[in-house]
């Protein structure tokens, strides 16, 4: 029994230079379904689209919630979204990326993700202002 | 112990003060017969326990007999009297053969005749360890008719049956067998030390035995306890113990490895790629068992990218309106579970069915419907639940459910490396196990090519073995 508990506390600290996520129960994590990024003025403007999946009697009902913010780089940006938003932004089920920079690795980099589907087009950054 | 104490300072060479001392010992139970029989000018005493005693009998086939006997067949009664189990005793045996249900004769010697009455509910079918295939046949709470349905399969000289009494006032007679051709030595004298040094007053059941032949420490079974004859016989044939205990409708098997418990007597009734496909779906069931809600836990709480992005929306969507953590919903649902399996098993099968329904359909869609917990939550306990099930062995269950619930809270403090901290341990724990000095993981470690094929596998060759690290004698047969 002794032995046991030796080990178990070995890997108890072992598991404290691991890294290990933070516990968030699903009920309060937006899972970001997709990410804006629109550059202008040296300015970037991030636009976040969390969905809601809802239960009801037919199945699963899709809601949207969006996050904006207006910072000077990605990573402050990210920041404060993360800072402002009372759920945890959940980006790695990302389905895609709308900006109107040349580059998406800049992005993907800062939000830690890796999107097959990236468009760049002016078009939708707009219709994404205009909706919030 | 104290009436034998008793008795033993009576005797001044007739028996009347003998007689006087067990009616004064012995009148308060009025089941306690004392008969006094005057043939041919001398007094005999008859002793018996009618509720264990077969009266009729006596009448029949002793008292009328003995009403009929001059003096010198008095004096060579044992000899006169039709009856093949009688034996001259000593006093101080009086007690312990009337209460076994002899009839003891007190005259010029004191005797004991059986003439036990029928208190046997007969060879009923198995009830817990189902065969679909296989003999239907039960041990039963009376350790001669255990014996003999052993027997009846192993007609073998080499069968050997040793007889122990434990229990201070219970004195049940305990039985261990084993064929002594294939079995261990040592293995034999450590389980009969260890049954010897029980020091307690009764022995209701072979589960009192249990204690003392399983490592305390373990958490897992070491020794498989069935109700199948035919599952005893096999184990004797492979060069294990078997030991019987009287009122107590269920044998232990000594030792028992882990791999034991994933095989049933059906396995050896079919054939082998069905029993292999079985055992593989039980292995499967015994992982799903432990780890299906830890590993939900932690990829719903902590390790999100562990699952795909439809699977996470669908679990989200079923958790939206849930106000507990996930943890607590799942050790709400175990307990739920076994608080419903519970009382299933302790009623009778009509208002179990009941209990069943109510619990498990109405119950539970209710619990859905208010959003207490999420349709995924019941999935999930309910398969990991019913896959503990599959075992046999009720101790194994309960290794389950411990394991189960330890993974779960080490997966709500440390997400999915909870449940490697959990697997290591619970692994570290099948290594360090011994059964009577064998390795539990044999066949696998050591390493035994040949029993091997009867591990989560099954294949025959037309060379049957033995375990090898069980007896010298391996070979069991051929198939030709």
Do not use: W
């Amino acid at each position: 029994m002794k032995k046991k508990l030796i080990i178990l506390f070995i890997l108890l600290f072992i598991s404290i230079f691991i890294h290990i996520p933070k516990y968030v129960e699903l009920n309060n994590l937006a899972i970001i379904d997709g990410i804006g990024v629109y550059y202008k003025d040296n300015s970037y403007y991030i636009y976040l689209k969390e969905i809601i999946p809802i239960k009801d009697q037919l199945g699963i009902n899709k809601e949207y919630k969006y996050y904006y913010v207006k910072s000077k780089d990605i990573e402050s940006g990210i920041k404060e979204l993360n800072k402002n938003s009372k759920k945890k932004l959940y980006y790695k089920s990302c389905n895609y990326i709308v900006t109107n920079m040349n580059t998406s690795s800049k992005i993907l980099n800062s939000f830690n993700i890796s999107t097959k589907k990236i468009y760049h087009n002016k078009k939708v950054l707009n219709k994404l202002k205009k909706t919030n | 112990m104290y009436l034998k104490i008793n008795l033993l300072h009576t005797n001044n060479g007739d028996y009347m003060s003998l007689i006087n001392n067990l009616k004064k010992e012995l009148e308060i139970s009025k089941d306690y017969i004392f008969k006094e029989l005057n043939i041919s000018n001398k007094k005999i005493y008859l002793l018996f326990n009618e509720v264990l005693t077969n009266t009729l009998l006596i009448d029949d086939f002793i008292i009328r007999e003995l009403v009929n006997l001059d003096k010198k067949d008095l004096k060579d009664l044992i000899n006169v009297l039709p009856n093949t189990n009688i034996v001259k005793i000593k006093e101080k045996d009086i007690i312990n053969f009337v209460n076994n249900g002899f009839l003891v004769i007190i005259g010029y010697e004191i005797l004991a005749i059986e003439v036990r009455a029928n208190l046997d509910r007969g060879v009923s079918s198995v009830e817990s360890e189902l065969s679909l295939t296989g003999p239907k046949d039960a041990f039963s709470e009376i350790f001669n008719t255990n014996l003999g349905l052993i027997r009846r399969r192993i007609k073998s000289p080499y069968l050997v049956s040793k007889t122990l009494s434990i229990g201070r006032s219970s004195n049940t007679l305990v039985g261990i067998l084993y064929m002594k051709n294939l079995v261990n030595k040592k293995l034999v004298k450590d389980i009969e030390n260890k049954l010897n040094k029980i020091d307690i007053d009764g022995i209701i059941d072979s589960s009192y035995l249990k204690k003392s032949l399983e490592n305390k420490n373990n958490l897992f079974p070491t020794l498989t306890t069935t109700e199948r004859p035919d599952k005893s016989s096999m184990a004797l044939l492979e060069g294990k113990v078997v030991i019987i205990v009287d009122g107590s409708p269920y044998s232990i098997i000594l030792p028992s490895f882990f791999i034991d418990f994933f095989h049933t007597v059906d396995d050896y009734y079919g054939k082998d790629i069905d029993t292999t496909f079985i055992r593989i779906i039980r292995l499967i069931a015994f992982l799903i068992a432990i780890f299906l809600p830890s590993l939900y836990i932690s990829v719903t709480t902590r390790n999100y990218d562990l699952i795909p992005y439809k699977l996470l929306i669908m679990l989200k969507a079923g958790r939206t309106f849930v106000p507990f953590p996930a943890y607590i919903e799942a050790l709400f649902m175990i307990i739920a579970f076994e608080i419903l399996k519970e009382s299933d098993i302790r009623m009778s099968a009509t208002t179990g069915s009941a209990i069943s329904i109510l619990g498990g359909l109405i119950l539970g869609d209710a619990a859905v419907s208010a959003g207490i917990v999420s349709p995924i939550m019941i999935i999930i306990i309910a398969i990991s639940s019913i896959a503990a099930l599959i075992f046999p062995s009720n101790e194994l269950v309960n290794v389950v459910r411990f394991y189960k619930i330890f993974l779960l809270i080490l997966s709500a403090i440390f997400g999915i490396y909870g449940v490697f901290i959990g697997t290591f341990l619970l692994i570290y724990n099948l290594f360090t196990i011994k059964c009577f000095n064998y390795s539990y993981l044999s066949p696998i470690i050591p390493y035994d090519k040949n029993e091997i094929l009867d591990s989560f596998i099954k294949k025959d060759k037309n060379i049957k073995t033995r375990n090898s690290i069980l007896t010298k004698n391996i070979i069991r047969g051929k198939y030709k």
